[in-house]
């Protein structure tokens, strides 16, 4: 059956104007500040028995970035001026955050592995396989800070925050709301 290009959106105004979080195009998630995501898993949208620890997330544009090929330090004051932030708390159930803690631990692991394996071969001839390792452990880093966010902003602004790294779960079961008909 086709959609009826007629009918209203399928969030009404009231979904909106109550200041609750809905989904946009793009497995983009909204939360309004000052509302909150629902108690449920943000993966596969299980209830959770206990409610989830609020997060600060920050968020600045992308072009500050380039202030980075300048200066690393200039970059992080320039981001801390001009980062936006918003509380809220996204909940996983028990499966998924063990699973999330495994890929922490394993990054975390090969961390500590490589840097070690590293240090120990470092110099002389083995100089090309210890920089290889302290490669391999900033590498292992990176995953295990992409492997510890549960979700993440792709955009702050006064009024509230957009997200991804929802589950399509937990994407179908919020009100679906176009950009156009806020």
């Not at 399928?10 to 000052?34: F, K, L, P």
């Not at 992080?76 to 803690?101: F, N, P, T, Y």
């Not at 992409?146 to 009024?159: D, K, L, N, Q």
Request: proline share 4%; charged share 20%.
């Amino acid at each position: 059956m086709e959609r009826n290009p007629y009918l209203p959106p399928e969030a009404g105004v009231h979904d909106i104007a109550r200041g609750d979080c809905w989904r946009e195009s793009g497995g983009t998630v909204y939360v309004a500040r000052g509302s909150d995501l629902p108690q449920r898993c943000v993966n596969c949208n299980t209830l959770l028995v206990q409610r989830p620890k609020r997060k600060t997330y920050y968020w600045h544009a992308s072009g500050w970035y380039l202030l980075i090929l300048l200066n690393i330090i200039l970059y992080a004051i320039a981001a801390m001026i001009v980062r936006k932030k918003i509380e809220i708390s996204a909940g996983l159930c028990d499966q998924h955050r063990k699973r999330r803690w495994l890929k922490v631990g394993s990054a975390l692991g090969l961390f500590v592995l490589m840097f070690v394996a590293g240090v120990v071969m470092f110099g002389g001839e083995t100089a090309g396989i210890s920089l290889a390792c302290f490669a391999g452990s900033v590498a292992a880093l990176v995953a295990g800070v992409i492997f510890a966010r549960v979700i993440y902003p792709v955009e702050i602004t006064e009024r509230g925050g957009r997200f991804k790294g929802c589950g399509p779960e937990f994407l179908a079961s919020l009100a679906t709301v176009t950009r156009g008909s806020r």
